[in-house]
């Protein structure tokens, strides 16, 4: 269906709108071949996605290469380097959150034991250089290969060495949609630092404890654009997505590269449809964005023991207790949140918002996420609610050491 002007963009994001708030998580990994400890190759993988077509996956081709899997609304795709990822599907609460992703990893480590391959789930990869990592044929991945490192110095690392856990939530109307783009992008510095985990680079400590962030913030299309700060609306975003240069437009099988030419120019031209819309919405790669629902795209990809960390504190905090964690942040100043996204990487948890440190605050929304999810009364068969996926950020916050400062201070 055809673009005609910037309403049917605010339109699109109107029809987002849910009567139910819904949760969807997408956590990406690391494939290694265990006896060299390198990154595996497009061949393995074929290896790995093929034998799980066992548990019910059916295939996802690009010409004749298979380059994903999907089952009930959920999808397993690759990642330029090959890092494996599971869009999960819509679930209700953490807990069904939780169980797809620990049968997916069930199904995974099944694979990979007879493959002679693991993974790693960290926010960038500890050991590989850059140059050694395999790639795949996915032709948008070619194209991004060529174009990205033009405007962001850093775009193949991000592209090749970094996993992240992405949160997608609902919003039920603007007014909701305003207030949770508020929170997360308020809370951009904190997220980063909280569930920082990636401070090694080639077997070496960076100087930083999320790599993967200082990676993001130097990559092109990325960032925390400051409008973002500034009361977000539909009208904003839309102007925001219409101005935003075009990466490609998949056309004939191909994606051919409209130089210099925003969204905007596409309407003009009579070109824009919601294909097309939709394609450039995936290549805005902000800490956080909206299509029509809002991605969360700050959180280093960790372990099991903190895997459910996240997506249960943002639930708590956005879904359980909205209006008392926005009563918290709303009156930061922009200035010190921009300024704390530029440190927050490196300073983890002493970085300061509002003259008190990220551990203070952390543990502020903490108990706001907890009220949240008690609220929400989410229970288990054994009468456990969501809080249950907190314990590992009780553990940061008790000892203050985030899992990057544990990697550092375990031996290697």
């Given at each position: 269906?055809?673009?005609?002007?910037?309403?049917?963009?605010i339109?699109?994001?109107?029809?987002?709108?849910?009567?139910k708030?819904?949760?969807?998580?997408e956590?990406?990994?690391?494939?290694?071949?265990k006896?060299?400890?390198?990154?595996?190759?497009?061949d393995?993988v074929?290896?790995?996605?093929?034998?799980?077509?066992s548990?019910?996956?059916?295939?996802?081709?690009?010409?004749?290469?298979?380059?994903?899997?999907?089952?009930?609304?959920?999808?397993?795709?690759?990642?330029?380097g090959?890092?494996i990822?599971?869009?999960?599907g819509?679930c209700?609460n953490i807990?069904?959150?939780?169980?797809?992703?620990f049968?997916?990893?069930?199904?995974?480590?099944?694979a990979?034991e007879?493959?002679?391959l693991?993974t790693?789930?960290?926010?960038y990869?500890?050991?590989?250089d850059?140059k050694?990592?395999?790639?795949?044929?996915?032709?948008r991945?070619?194209?991004?290969?060529?174009?990205?490192?033009?405007?962001?110095?850093?775009?193949?690392?991000?592209?090749?060495?970094?996993c992240?856990?992405?949160?997608?939530?609902?919003?039920?109307?603007e007014?909701?949609?305003?207030?949770k783009?508020?929170?997360?992008?308020?809370?951009?510095?904190?997220?980063?630092?909280l569930?920082?985990?990636?401070?090694?680079?080639?077997?070496?400590?960076t100087g930083f404890l999320?790599?993967?962030?200082?990676?993001?913030?130097?990559?092109?299309?990325?960032?925390?654009?400051?409008?973002?700060?500034?009361?977000?609306?539909?009208?904003?975003?839309?102007?925001?997505?219409?101005?935003?240069?075009l990466?490609?437009?998949?056309?004939?099988?191909?994606?051919?590269?409209?130089?210099?030419?925003?969204?905007?120019?596409?309407?003009k031209?009579?070109?824009?449809n919601y294909?097309n819309?939709?394609?450039?919405?995936?290549?805005?790669?902000?800490?956080?964005r909206?299509k029509?629902?809002?991605?969360?795209?700050?959180?280093?990809?960790?372990?099991?023991?903190?895997?459910?960390?996240?997506?249960?504190?943002?639930?708590?905090?956005?879904?359980?207790?909205?209006?008392?964690?926005?009563?918290?942040?709303?009156?930061?100043?922009?200035?010190?949140?921009?300024?704390?996204?530029?440190?927050?990487?490196k300073?983890?948890l002493k970085?300061?918002i509002?003259?008190?440190?990220?551990?203070?605050?952390?543990?502020?929304?903490?108990?706001?996420?907890?009220?949240g999810?008690?609220?929400?009364?989410?229970?288990?068969?054994t009468?456990?609610?969501?809080?249950?996926y907190?314990?590992?950020?009780?553990?940061?916050?008790?000892?203050?050491?985030?899992?990057?400062?544990?990697?550092?201070?375990?031996?290697?």
């Open positions: 269906m055809k673009i005609n002007n910037k309403e049917d963009i339109n699109y994001f109107k029809s987002g709108y849910k009567d708030q819904l949760i969807g998580v956590n990406e990994k690391f494939l290694f071949d006896k060299s400890n390198s990154r595996a190759n497009y393995q074929k290896n790995i996605l093929n034998f799980l077509r548990f019910g996956w059916k295939e996802i081709y690009e010409d004749s290469n298979i380059i994903g899997l999907n089952k009930s609304g959920q999808s397993i795709t690759l990642e330029p090959n890092q990822e599971l869009a999960g819509l209700e807990h069904q959150v939780c169980s797809e992703s049968v997916f990893q069930k199904q995974l480590d099944e990979c007879k493959f002679g693991k790693v789930s960290i926010g990869d500890p050991i590989t850059i050694n990592v395999p790639n795949n044929p996915k032709k991945y070619l194209v991004m290969t060529k174009e990205m490192p033009k405007n962001g110095e850093l775009s193949l690392e991000m592209m090749y060495q970094t992240g856990t992405q949160i997608n939530l609902d919003y039920i109307s007014e909701d949609f305003k207030k783009f508020k929170i997360i992008s308020y809370l951009t510095p904190l997220t980063i630092a569930f920082s985990n990636s401070a090694i680079k080639k077997n070496t400590p999320s790599y993967r962030s200082k990676v993001w913030q130097k990559t092109s299309r990325g960032g925390l654009p400051e409008i973002f700060l500034q009361d977000m609306d539909f009208e904003k975003y839309a102007d925001f997505s219409l101005d935003f240069q990466l490609f437009l998949y056309e004939n099988n191909q994606y051919n590269l409209p130089r210099d030419k925003s969204f905007r120019d596409l309407i031209e009579g070109k824009a294909e819309f939709e394609l450039h919405l995936s290549t805005i790669f902000t800490e956080l909206l029509k629902y809002i991605e969360i795209r700050s959180i280093d990809a960790c372990e099991w023991d903190c895997h459910c960390a996240g997506p249960a504190f943002f639930i708590g905090l956005i879904y359980g207790n909205l209006n008392e964690t926005f009563e918290l942040i709303k009156d930061w100043s922009k200035e010190d949140i921009m300024q704390a996204y530029k440190t927050s990487y300073d983890g970085t300061i509002n003259k008190k440190d990220l551990l203070y605050w952390s543990k502020e929304l903490l108990k706001i996420s907890k009220k999810l008690e609220k929400r009364s989410f229970r288990t068969t009468n456990s609610d969501e809080r249950i907190l314990k590992n950020i009780e553990n940061i916050l008790s000892k203050n050491l985030t899992k990057a400062e544990q990697a550092l201070i375990e031996p290697r």
